[in-house]
């Protein structure tokens, strides 16, 4: 059962909205008041394996950890809903692609809303750029966790490997000195 149900003669269609599709819809608004918990996060708990994951500074690329890692973590734990065609490897690569596709939109949206447009970099601001990169990573891990591809596996693996190396290796790199 996928969810729809028909008449008989097939001409009503009733679509019933399941734990996914509300999951889907939650996310970016959940994600974008975890993220202002997040921005605080080294801050309660100065730890440098705590500063690979939050952020430790103001910089716009400190804040990308506000997007990446939430996004990651929270996709990665909707697979506990059900959906038609669940497929994990799908599903975290589906998690990985949304998670830098939210960390570009935090770019984009600050070069354009701040820098071009000449927005002041006020809480709203950043608050409205938090949630419009969950909305875009939201989008971009549904369309990708249907994927289904053979090749997922790899796929993911590699692209796990290569986005944590890089993120948590700049991040302990740049540590504040304690």
């Known amino acids: 059962m996928n969810g729809n149900s028909h008449a008989e003669d097939g001409s009503a269609k009733t679509t019933r909205i399941g734990k996914f599709e509300v999951f889907l819809a939650v996310c970016p608004f959940a994600l974008t ?4 918990l997040w921005h605080f996060l080294y801050d ?7 500063g690979a994951f939050a952020p430790v500074g103001e910089s716009v690329w400190q804040h990308l950890k ?4 939430p996004f990651l973590a929270v996709w990665w734990a ?3 809903f059900p959906y038609e065609g669940k497929n994990p490897a799908s599903h975290a690569l589906a998690g990985i692609a949304g998670a830098v596709a939210a960390a570009a939109s935090v770019i984009a949206f600050q070069y354009i809303f701040c820098d071009v447009l000449g927005a002041p970099s ?10 419009t990169s969950f909305t875009i990573a939201t989008v971009i891990g549904n369309r990708f966790k ?3 591809s053979p090749v997922a596996i790899v796929m993911l693996i590699v692209l796990t490997v290569a986005t944590v190396s890089v993120a948590a290796g700049y991040c302990l790199k740049n540590l504040p000195p304690t």
């Open 44 to 50: 309660l708990i100065p730890l440098p394996f705590i």
């Open 78 to 80: 909707g697979y506990l």
């Open 146 to 148: 249907d994927l289904g």
């Open 122 to 131: 006020v809480l709203p601001v950043h608050i409205l750029n938090c949630f």
């Open 33 to 36: 008041a975890l993220s202002a």
């Open 66 to 69: 506000i997007v990446f890692y």
